[in-house]
């Protein structure tokens, strides 16, 4: 037999984060194994050792020079890492939370664990994907474990309703984001990002090519549409916010926002760059009608998970808009609205999460009456949360609204600005309601609600971030700014 | 015998002459086809004939001997009986699908004999891919027994049915494991370089750096065909006669034939992963080799099949039938994790390049 | 026509009636016979492309495992299908608009104009010699084992899956413990009591 492949040990080095997080979660698995009863809580250790070492090794990747390997399907940036420290840093913070909920309502087991690193590990590949294959392949990593994550209440009808609904639309979605990537490759001839800019950036391009990439790149973008929940693919967004354990909710809500932006920005910026004239026109009715939606259907609400389900629909058409505008500076604004999210659903699930009792989900927003009695300091990090949601202008919820409508209104599309404002105004109305309950009504039962110290700590360094980053944006915002 | 089977297609040439191109082709591989079949078939009756003659010794008794001299006209004798019999329908039995089953499970197992080679040169076609095909095509066998099961609307058949299915799946998986070793030994999947692979003498036979997964293939094909001792899908004492219960006349002698030509089929399969196939255990020694020059390659491979048939009736004179729990434990928990072992040790074999097989 | 093409048509006939049927039955177990045969058509189409082992790795993936686990599946559930046919009569105008606008815009870009013979070159044949495996294998363990080791991990994931949704430490399972009946003594099994014999008083 011939043998005529041969690589660098040293070259793989760039994907040392990704390898070294497959083999704890292999690890891991097996320990988990054939761990009694009375160390269960070191599979929790071991996840939380192993996110934070793959963390590390992916923040001294930052400032790597551009690298690809694997025959062009790996590309190792800044962005790549950046994201990768964010992916991995926020899942350990919900992990935190994870725990707690976990053995309040004992669902505590190891598999959680490993399902969350190999999501984990699905959202780095999206991140560094730098063939549709590869992004794809990310992309169904992240998905099946939040599939399994959701159903692992599996005494829960409503748990495992959530999940197959979620399986079977993310499975369309799969479908659709497959046809338009056949597509692309078809007219294009290849599958890597790199190639297809180059097919896609050709001057000499002729019109058939054109036309069939269009038609590629729409079953793209309602596949990725699909799996951000813009609307009108947004059907199964607040069904299984509202069904899954709220530990997976918090989640699935933030962290893979994160890598999903870095999955448009591969494919739609890097990949069809030149196509923009066609998706953004997409991306702009995509983004109008998830703020619209996401913003009046919320506000009628009365389940917590599900309002904040429309709420993050209204956020991602935000996201998106950053999009529309087509610069550089307007991406980089959409990156810094992803972070700062993600940044804000950890501490609003976090206060839910330490709100919920022994079997019993806190999940209406009745029952945050009168908290600020209860226990003030909750209910002041749950108040710093909902206004920088609501874009009240010192904390840091503001300046990504800003950031996004300023690049908007200079890349001249003043009428949508003012759309996006009139929204994010009525918006206001459903983050004051909570606020109003929790600090003008009285509360109808009589509990002091305790937590666990280490997320005590977490939930206030997390509320306090999103007052300190508000009131020192610059930072966060020349990062993100540097990514592209 | 390939010499006397290049004459025979150069003979059909000769006698269609006025056919050339796509369609000459294919009558050429249909009259292939039943030279194979009808052989085939006549082995088939004589196995069954061996199997109670075998048995019946083995048991001290006689087994048949009124039919012809010996009783070796037992076999017709059974399929003009068959032959005669009323085919019974139940009565709320899905009809198409009850005529369907017989056929599914009888095609499949004639249609693997298609890319296995019985000679040097001597095949129907010479697959890239056989032994996948094999591994395919036997897998669509079970439909045979499925669609039995369900469309005789019966409770035995669909129990049967039920233990077959979930059995030829787990067994599918271990004998794919078992084949992965040997394409990695072999370095082919197609059987007749397998068995290239292996020409030189006993000592290059797959048997010896693949011992254990010898013995893992010939269990996994036992329970592929169903024979004792894990015939848990018939279980006449527990489920009368699994899906078997309904069918009667030729329905039932199709199931019947199907069985016994998959058996044959595994048996040539073993003998051509894992013993030499056609070639002789005595190739390379120096007296012994021309001593038996003169047995074609037939012959030996019939010779080692035989070897194999009759551990079928040896086994089942043996040993009691397993439960169904048990046949399931020796799957997903011994032979499973032994082969995947046993793919690392073959890849650190053929790293090394330990003896003569690499 | 060359023989080829009979093949070809004949083929695809039966796929695209194989199809067709499998959605028409009323009866499930027939419908995913159907869907076999589709398979084994689709497979046969691969073959004339050359593309045999794809064409086998279709029907021992498919056919052989996850088709009989989906007629395992319908053995054993009970499907009320008037009740599934009730709503799909609902949905039908809808979903018969939305196939009709997919199929007019699918024809119009993907039609002859764009993917004709005059655009897009006939595929080569390749020599009898040519070996399908032999290539795919050359590109999968070079080219593309970044996103084939992904599929090993897509696996792991379905596997753990699987087991952490379906396994239940059941403690009402009756298992047999082979070590604890090996290792079973008679005084475990067996409570040997001396009684003094004695005599009832009333029969002295």
Redesign the interface.
């Known amino acids: 037999m011939t043998n005529n492949f041969s690589f660098e040990i040293n070259s793989l080095l760039v994907a040392l984060p990704e390898i070294f997080l497959l083999s704890s979660i292999v690890i891991v698995l097996i320990i988990d194994l054939f761990l009694t009863s009375k160390f269960r809580q070191a599979t929790y250790y071991l996840t939380q050792l192993s996110l934070m070492v793959t963390g590390i090794l992916s923040f001294n990747l930052i400032g790597h020079p551009e690298t690809v390997i694997f025959s062009n399907s790996f590309i190792l940036d800044n962005m790549a890492s950046v994201f990768k420290v964010f992916i991995t840093g926020s899942s350990m913070v919900a992990m935190v939370y994870t725990r707690h909920y976990l053995l309040q309502h004992s669902l505590y087991r190891g598999e959680y664990f490993v399902l969350v690193m190999l999501a984990v590990l699905g959202m780095m590949v999206m991140v560094s994907g730098y063939s549709m294959l590869t992004l794809y392949m990310g992309l169904e990593i992240l998905s099946l474990s939040l599939y399994t994550l959701i159903a692992i209440a599996r005494n829960r009808s409503i748990a495992v309703e959530a999940a197959l609904k979620y399986f079977v639309l993310g499975a369309i979605a799969s479908g659709l984001l497959l046809y338009g990537i056949s597509m692309v490759y078809g007219i294009s001839g290849s599958i890597n990002i790199s190639d297809i800019s180059a097919f896609a950036h050709d001057p000499s391009i002729n019109s058939r090519d054109t036309l069939i990439l269009n038609f590629g790149l729409v079953f793209l973008v309602i596949g990725i549409a699909f799996k951000l929940g813009a609307v009108p693919f947004h059907m199964w967004v607040p069904d299984v916010y509202e069904g899954a354990p709220t530990s997976v909710t918090m989640f699935l809500s933030t962290v893979p926002k994160i890598a999903a932006l870095a999955m448009l920005v591969r494919i739609l910026v890097d990949g069809l760059g030149s196509m923009h004239d066609y998706w953004s026109d997409l991306f702009l009715a995509l983004s109008l009608l998830s703020i619209s939606v996401g913003s009046v259907v919320a506000l009628m609400q009365t389940n917590i998970k599900r309002m904040l389900a429309y709420s993050t629909i209204s956020h991602v058409g935000f996201i998106m808009l950053g999009f529309v505008t087509g610069v550089v500076s307007g991406y980089g604004a959409a990156i810094f609205y992803v972070l700062v999210y993600v940044l804000m659903s950890l501490a609003a699930f976090g206060v839910i999460i330490i709100l919920n009792n022994k079997g019993y989900e806190a999940d209406q927003i009745s029952d945050y009456k009168g908290l600020s009695k209860n226990s003030p300091w909750f209910a002041l990090v749950m108040l710093i949360v909902m206004l920088s949601m609501a874009g009240v202008p010192p904390f840091i919820g503001f300046y990504s609204k800003f950031s996004i409508l300023q690049e908007v209104v200079s890349a001249g599309f003043i009428t949508v600005a003012i759309i996006a404002v009139v929204f994010a105004v009525i918006s206001a109305y459903y983050y004051l309601k909570i606020i109003k309950f929790m600090y003008f009504d009285e509360s109808d039962k009589d509990e002091t609600i305790s937590a666990p110290m280490d997320i005590k700590l977490i939930l206030s360094i997390n509320g306090s971030l999103i007052l300190v980053v508000g009131l020192f944006p610059d930072r966060l915002m020349n990062i993100s700014m540097s990514l592209l | 015998m390939m010499s006397l089977w290049q004459s025979f297609v150069e003979l059909i040439h000769e006698l269609i002459p006025w056919l050339d191109?796509?369609?000459a082709?294919?009558i050429i591989i249909l009259i292939k086809g039943i030279a194979l079949v009808l052989p085939l078939i006549i082995m088939m009756a004589y196995m069954t004939y061996a199997e109670r003659k075998v048995i019946g010794y083995m048991q001290l008794r006689i087994g048949p001997n009124r039919v012809g001299p010996i009783g070796l006209l037992q076999p017709f004798a059974d399929v003009i009986k068959m032959m005669f019999k009323e085919i019974i329908f139940p009565t709320k039995a899905?009809i198409y699908?009850f005529l369907?089953a017989p056929i599914l499970a009888f095609v499949p197992a004639v249609a693997i004999w298609v890319v296995i080679p019985l000679g040097e040169g001597f095949y129907i076609t010479n697959?890239?891919?056989s032994l996948?095909?094999v591994?395919?095509?036997?897998?669509?066998g079970?439909?045979g027994i499925?669609?039995a099961?369900?469309a005789s609307n019966s409770k035995y058949p669909?129990l049967g049915?039920?233990r077959s299915?979930?059995l030829?799946?787990s067994y599918?998986i271990v004998i794919g494991f078992v084949i992965v070793t040997v394409v990695m030994v072999a370095?082919s999947?197609n059987l007749n370089e397998i068995v290239e692979g292996q020409k030189g003498g006993a000592w290059n036979w797959y048997f010896i750096p693949l011992f254990p997964m010898m013995i893992v293939f010939w269990i996994s094909a036992l329970t592929e065909t169903n024979r004792a001792p894990f015939d848990v899908v018939e279980g006449e004492s527990e489920i009368v006669g699994g899906t078997h219960v309904e069918y009667s006349g030729m329905c039932f002698a199709l199931f019947f034939m199907a069985e016994y030509i998959n058996m044959i089929m595994m048996a040539a399969l073993a003998v051509l992963l894992f013993f030499g196939g056609w070639h002789s255990p005595f190739e390379g020694l120096p007296y012994l080799e021309s001593l038996f020059e003169f047995v074609p390659d037939l012959v030996w491979l019939l010779v080692k099949m035989s070897f194999f048939l009759f551990l079928y009736l040896w086994i089942r004179a043996t040993f009691p039938r397993f439960r169904y729990?048990q046949i399931m434990r020796l799957c997903w928990k011994v032979f499973l994790p032994l082969t995947i072992i046993w793919i690392f040790v073959v890849a650190l074999m053929t790293q090394l390049a330990i003896g003569p097989w690499f | 026509m060359e023989f080829e093409q009979i093949l070809f048509y004949l083929f695809s006939f039966w796929f695209i009636a194989s199809s067709l049927a499998m959605i028409l039955s009323r009866n499930t177990a027939f419908s995913a016979l159907f869907l076999i045969l589709s398979f084994f058509s689709a497979a046969s189409l691969w073959l004339l492309l050359e593309a045999e082992f794809l064409a086998i790795i279709l029907i021992l993936v498919y056919v052989g495992a996850v088709m009989v686990l989906f007629l395992f599946v319908i053995k054993m559930l009970d499907i009320e299908d008037s009740t599934l046919r009730a709503k799909f009569t609902g949905y039908l105008p809808i979903g018969l608009g939305v196939a009709v606008i997919v199929i007019a815009e699918m024809s119009l870009v993907l039609g002859v104009d764009q993917f004709g013979l005059d655009v897009v070159p006939q595929p080569i044949r390749h020599a009898s010699d040519y070996s399908n495996i032999t290539e795919l294998a050359m590109e999968l363990y070079t080219i593309y084992v970044y996103p084939f080791e992904l599929a090993a991990v897509l696996l792991l994931i379905a596997i753990i899956a699987a087991i952490t949704l379906i396994h239940r430490p059941d403690k009402r399972a009756k298992k047999q413990s082979i070590e604890e009946q090996v290792n079973t003594q008679a005084k475990d099994r067996v409570r040997l009591v001396s009684i003094a014999p004695y005599k009832k008083k009333d029969e002295q």
């Open positions: 191109g796509g369609i082709t294919v899905n699908l369907l697959l890239d891919v996948l095909y591994l395919a095509i036997g897998s669509v079970v439909y499925i669609i099961g369900w669909l049915a039920l299915t979930a030829l799946v599918e370095g999947v729990d």
